[in-house]
């Protein structure tokens, strides 16, 4: 990544990390902070117990091997972020390969959090942006489907609504593969998206992704339902935009 001439850098972890901080942004959340490490998480939670007395204690979340962590409020399920339990709260993050992502990506001058459910309010974002990375979190080091797909996704919107020049050819993969797992009688699938046949490419997204890496290790644990969640196109309007670096921490984007 060349990070000094990085104006935007998209972070994805579809399956599940980015799909459940649009989820929560989308429930009323204030403030995530993403952590790498389980025990800088826990320090965290009581150093802002410790200074911001009166204000409610930070809610502890995410996984390791995808399970909720002992000890931890919640684990990386989108269906946990209800406006019941997380509004007007502030989360402490952190999983196995989305939030290294973030750390990874820090040098950034602006990082943002996408997934399905914020596509359309992602792309919105991207507009004039100069030079775009997206950041594809992967699985234990490993290349995941669902993650090149919405970099796909997010390549072909930006291709119809801005006419961008792609830079690199892993772009242009990430595209073809888009396109061909979505085969569409528009001229892509974000044309049909735009066309209003988001619930059909949904649907056959959820299927696509059963054949993930990161899919099938969820299947397995019984987490189906979570690909079904994480493939809902466009159903949230939220973006999370890092606001501080050092502990990192996101905010609902002003203009979602
Ligand atoms: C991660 O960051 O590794 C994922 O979000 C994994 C998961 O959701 O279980």
Redesign the pocket.
């Known amino acids: 990544m060349k990070s000094a001439e990085t104006d935007v850098a998209v972070v994805v972890?579809v399956?599940?990390?980015?799909?459940?901080m649009t989820t929560a942004f989308g429930s009323g959340v204030k403030r995530i902070f993403t952590c790498c490490q389980i025990s800088e998480a826990v320090s965290l939670a009581k150093q802002i117990e410790n200074t911001d007395q009166g204000n409610q204690r930070p809610l502890l979340c995410?996984?390791?091997?995808?399970?909720p962590i002992s000890g931890f409020d919640h684990?990386?399920?989108p269906s946990e972020y209800t406006p019941a339990r997380v509004r007007g709260q502030t989360l402490i993050m952190t999983?196995?390969?989305?939030?290294?992502?973030i750390e990874a990506a820090s040098s950034a001058k602006q990082l943002i959090a996408a997934s399905f459910l914020n596509l359309p309010a992602v792309v919105e974002t991207l507009r004039g942006s100069r030079l775009v990375h997206l950041i594809c979190?992967g699985?234990?080091g490993q290349i995941t489907a669902e993650d090149v797909l919405l970099a796909g996704a997010i390549i072909d919107a930006c291709t119809v609504e801005y006419r961008v020049t792609l830079e690199d050819d892993e772009s242009r993969i990430a595209q073809g593969f888009w396109a061909s797992c979505l085969p569409v009688s528009e001229r892509s699938p974000w044309v049909s998206v735009k066309n209003g046949n988001e619930k059909q490419l949904s649907h056959l997204l959820a299927k696509s992704f059963g054949d993930t890496l990161?899919g099938a290790?969820?299947k397995n644990?019984g987490?189906e339902q979570?690909l079904h969640r994480c493939a809902q196109i466009g159903t949230q309007s939220a973006v999370g935009v890092r606001s501080q670096k050092n502990p990192t921490a996101f905010e609902l984007l002003a203009s979602a």
């Open positions: 972890d399956l599940r990390a980015t799909s459940v995410g996984e390791r091997s995808c399970k684990g990386n399920s999983t196995t390969n989305g939030t290294k992502a979190s699985t234990d990161g290790n969820l644990l987490f979570d």
